[in-house]
């Protein structure tokens, strides 16, 4: 992922061992509804112009397109303008003049009103049937691109491709594509290269060459002390893929079922037999987030072993006071605020799952969260919850315990929070009708 770093020599033998293009992702929904909420980036500015620093010049050099899809973490208008006003500083310290296109996916909800009208908007599983409210609700919406409009700017010219919102595999698959390789190995190569070293033996060596023909693919690390092994391979259709062997594109679905993976020598992988279908009706994921009121984070931490014994005891009855006593004291309704407590060490990631909930933890960090539809109300719940979290002692315990804030203030403001709330597809008769493209030069 474009900003998280990557050795330059990695780039310089890809290009020595004949590339044709560099493919970067630059985004993900991994971090949560955030910068979709507010088209912001989770990397820092600093980090992906390092990176952009090594691809630029040498995609250049080679005389090499470089693609950067999902521009800014979640691929917003705004994310795209950002990486392309980092790619025209290092275009200028460079003394380099190219053309960049930029293809942006954000979508207005009027317009997506219109193809819900048409009933052209579904649901996917496990989502309902989409409202207008939910759409009007969204601070941003974007759609997810396969390769079709990568395809028209590389055409068009442009020597930088950034890219909006788009599936990782597109990035991968569009020059194959273009080139007239089926489409079966171009999408199973862009799948298992989507996350560069990922699909190695080393996944913070660097990225990955593949080679893609009519009969298949082959894949072998950059980084010549790692290596690329069937197992390691094949293992990437398990990741973020609810079928290890079929996966959905905008324009059709992906079937690894008879996919070979041999060993070509000890680094590199060939793989044959994938296949895809050509869906009847091509579609574009979308994704939306919206405002989900304020949040106030108050993070306490407990050492007696008497209370950790009896944990379960302890957050129920602090929650039940807090419960019974913030409507009156703050005059609120139920629906007014949301409290939410996790226990780290004890149980904070698997919940009831935790195969060992029964025994006592050394020592657990409560992190209360609080949210209410303003800040001022969600740091007045907090600032109540101050003392039980504090000095709350169990039933039978008459002196008072002392447990540890993280910090002071105790209480934390997030701001605003925000929420996924799209996890439906637009049909369309062309994959490119919902994105927009410019190209123009950059450089002295």
């Known amino acids: 992922m474009l900003g998280a770093g990557f050795p330059a020599t990695t780039v310089t033998r890809g290009i020595a061992l004949g590339a044709d293009i560099i493919a970067v992702d630059a985004g993900s929904t991994d971090s949560g509804p955030h910068y979709l909420g507010t088209a912001t980036s989770k990397a820092a500015r600093a980090a992906v112009a390092r990176d952009l620093d090594i ?24 994310g795209v ?21 930029r293809i942006y996916s954000e979508q207005r909800a009027e317009d997506l009103e219109v193809h819900l009208a048409d009933g052209r908007i579904r649901p996917l599983e496990p989502a309902g049937l989409l409202s207008t409210d ?21 055409r068009q010219g442009a020597d930088v491709v950034l890219a909006g919102r788009s599936t990782d595999t597109a990035l991968g698959a569009v020059l194959p594509l273009i080139h007239g390789m089926p489409p079966g190995p171009a999408w199973h190569a862009a799948k298992i290269a989507e996350c560069g070293g990922l699909a190695t033996e080393n996944p913070r060596s660097g990225g990955v060459l593949l080679s893609v023909d009519h009969g298949g693919f082959t894949i072998e690390p950059l980084a010549p002390e790692t290596r690329c092994t069937p197992r390691s391979v ?14 959905r594109e905008p324009s059709g679905t992906l079937d690894t079922s008879n996919a070979r993976y041999t060993a070509v020598d000890e680094r590199t992988v060939r793989v ?10 091509a579609t574009i994921k979308l994704e939306g987030a919206a405002p989900a009121g304020y949040q106030t984070m108050l993070m306490s931490a407990i050492r007696d072993p008497r209370y950790l014994e009896r944990l379960d005891e302890w957050c129920t009855n602090v929650m039940a006071y807090l419960n019974s006593n913030i409507p009156s004291t ?4 139920p629906d007014d605020y949301d409290l939410n407590l996790v226990r780290f060490g004890h149980d904070a990631v698997l919940g009831h799952a935790e195969p060992h909930r029964g025994q006592a933890p050394r020592e657990v960090c409560l992190v209360l969260t609080v949210t209410a539809a303003d800040q001022e109300t ?27 804030f993280f910090g002071s203030p105790a209480e934390t403001e997030r701001g605003q929070q925000y929420e996924f709330v799209l996890q439906h597809a637009v049909d369309v008769t062309d994959e490119r009708s919902l994105f927009r493209t410019t190209l123009g030069k950059v450089g002295p």
């Open 330 to 333: 703050l005059k609120l309704g």
């Open 272 to 281: 044959e037999g994938s296949r895809f279908e050509t869906a009847e009706q």
């Open 81 to 101: 303008d950002w990486v392309h006003d980092i790619v025209a500083e290092i275009a200028a310290a460079h003394s380099l003049t190219f053309t960049v296109a």
């Open 378 to 404: 969600a740091t007045q719940i907090a600032k109540f919850a101050n003392p039980a979290f504090l000095h709350a002692p169990l039933g039978d315990h008459t002196s008072f315990p002392t447990f540890a």
């Open 134 to 154: 939910v759409l009007r609700r969204c601070s941003h919406i974007v759609g997810l691109m396969g390769h079709e409009p990568l395809a028209d700017a590389l």
């Open 234 to 247: 094949a293992a990437h259709m398990l990741y973020e893929n609810a079928d290890p062997f079929r996966m």
């Open 55 to 78: 691809l630029v010049p040498a995609a250049r050099a080679a005389g090499i397109p470089l693609v950067v899809g999902s521009c800014g973490t979640c691929g917003s208008d705004d």
